[in-house]
């Protein structure tokens, strides 16, 4: 109900998502040894800073989901540049689609995206939050708006990282999606188990937390940033602060 708040919020969210998301590409445009690719990938990194910075001139909500909604179009436009050349064609992607997936890349970063969700509400749940009133996400019946604007900051660093390699070190090939009449393309069962077992894998890495300043598990982030919120919601903290992955 708190109009400022609220603002304050989504734009530390939505910060930490971009940057992230920026980060994935710098690493990718590090790696590559494709011109082409380095190039796409630098560029589209470069216009993420750019949203980055337009942020704290966001006047309202509406203009902070314009901002990245147009920063994510580019983002989505560049990931395709990070799959390997000889399993590209079958991982090409035309930007996000959902409800349902049009192809196998949105497909398997839907699947991840849908388990980064739970864990975010559960998280929200044993702070004391309720997981369905949101700041950055609209407030709807049945729709867990503040788990999902908790999981912005985790899409990139969770979820596409670990659908890129996956795809990479061909533990999930074409072969592992049908398609559905309409146009739907969901993963299949058993790769489904291939997709769990490596998340639960990947959250048992750990990574360095730079406000903790000590290296954490990366299943344990969703935990921390929500006891951050709630610190934030308590006024303990002065702002939000996101994780940064560095």
């Known amino acids: 109900m708190d109009e400022k708040f609220a603002l304050g919020m989504a734009q530390a969210m939505i910060a930490g ?3 992230n998301a920026r980060q994935v590409l710098l690493r990718g445009a590090r790696e590559t040894d494709d011109e082409q690719d380095g190039k796409a990938l ?13 942020l704290p001139l966001a006047g309202n909500l509406d203009v902070v989901r314009g901002i990245e909604g147009d920063a994510a ?20 992607m035309d ?15 839907s699947f991840l995206y849908s388990m980064v969700m739970n864990d975010c509400r559960s998280a929200l749940e044993s702070v004391g939050l309720d ?16 788990a999902l604007d908790l ?23 074409a072969n592992d999606f049908a398609e559905r009449e309409g146009g739907a393309v969901l993963l299949e069962g058993d790769a489904r188990k291939t997709v769990v077992v490596a998340y639960q894998e990947r959250k048992q890495e750990e990574v360095m937390h730079p ?9 344990l982030l969703p935990l921390l940033q929500a006891r951050f919120m709630a610190r934030t919601l308590r006024g303990e903290m002065e702002g939000y602060i996101p994780f940064l992955y560095r």
Do not use: C, W
């Open 17 to 19: 998502k971009l940057r």
């Open 73 to 92: 179009k580019v983002y989505f436009g560049a990931l395709p540049s990070l799959v390997r050349k000889n399993v590209r064609e079958h991982f090409t």
């Open 42 to 54: 630098s560029d589209a990194a470069e216009s993420l800073a750019i949203s980055v910075r337009n």
């Open 151 to 173: 999981m912005e900051e985790f899409r990139a660093i969770l979820a596409d990282r670990l659908a890129l390699t996956l795809i990479n070190r061909g533990q999930i090939s």
């Open 131 to 146: 997981p369905q009133l949101g700041f950055l996400h609209a407030v709807r019946p049945g729709r867990a708006a503040l």
């Open 211 to 219: 406000l903790l300043e000590t290296k954490v598990p990366i299943g």
């Open 95 to 109: 930007g996000r689609t959902r409800r349902p997936p049009r192809d196998r890349f949105n497909a398997l970063i």
